[in-house]
T-cell receptor, first 110, second 114 residues
């Protein structure tokens, strides 16, 4: 059973600070990693994906991948109240498709 | 997401009834996925198709669930007979080029079985 673990939170971060979201996974063969944002009552929205070890930056978002440690993280710089949402980590499992974590609930305090 | 249209958006029905959820991919894709989301279990993959062919249905909870994709622009997920524990939000998602590619989700169907 492939597993993706996230701290459910809530993670509370002051506006303007850096929010750090973490995810660990069990399948060493996974090659693709995704972060989705989900507002309450809405569908998951893709915000970042990463395939290689290291960092990938897109605007205020940075995804970090460490395959040796089976760890992927998402940093959100200059956090805004509109960033308040649940963030889902998803890990590719080959023919098994994506396995999603249960998500971290992020609250940005004005 | 304009790339995937799901209907209905909400469905309330009594247990024992047949439920049919629909998904219409609009943008380019060769993979289509059906997911179920609950508070307890999170987002779970039920089944996925590649070029309209079912590839992995190991996530389908029981024989009461079935899915079809008669063409590239339409897929259905059917539950017969429905039970209260089937209450969840059901999402359809699409991708291009493989299971390791980004997936884009429809708005989902919120299903309540009384």
């Amino acid at each position: 059973q492939k597993e993706v673990e996230q701290n459910s939170g809530p993670l509370s971060v002051p506006e303007g600070a850096i929010a750090s979201l973490n995810c660990t996974y069990s399948d060493r063969g996974s090659q693709s990693f995704f972060w989705y944002r989900q507002y309450s009552g809405k569908s998951p929205e893709l915000i970042m994906f990463i395939y290689s070890n290291g960092d990938k930056e897109d605007g205020r978002f940075t995804a970090q991948l460490n395959k040796a440690s089976q760890y992927v993280s998402l940093l959100i710089r200059d956090s805004q109240p509109s960033d308040s949402a649940t963030y889902l980590c998803a890990v590719e499992g080959g023919a098994d498709g994506l396995t999603f974590g249960k998500g971290t609930h992020l609250i940005i305090q004005p | 997401d304009a790339g995937v249209i799901q209907s209905p958006r909400h469905e309330v029905t009594e247990m024992g009834q047949e439920v049919t959820l629909r998904c219409k991919p609009i943008s380019g894709h060769d993979y289509l996925f059906w997911y179920r989301q609950t508070m307890m279990r999170g987002l779970e993959l039920l089944i996925y198709f590649n070029n309209n062919v079912p590839i992995d249905d190991s996530g389908m909870p029981e024989d009461r669930f079935s899915a079809k994709m008669p063409n590239a622009s339409f897929s259905t997920l059917k539950i017969q007979p429905s039970e209260p524990r089937d209450s969840a939000v059901y999402f359809c998602a699409i991708s291009q080029g493989g299971t390791g590619q980004p997936q884009h989700f429809g708005d989902g169907t919120r299903l309540s079985i009384l």
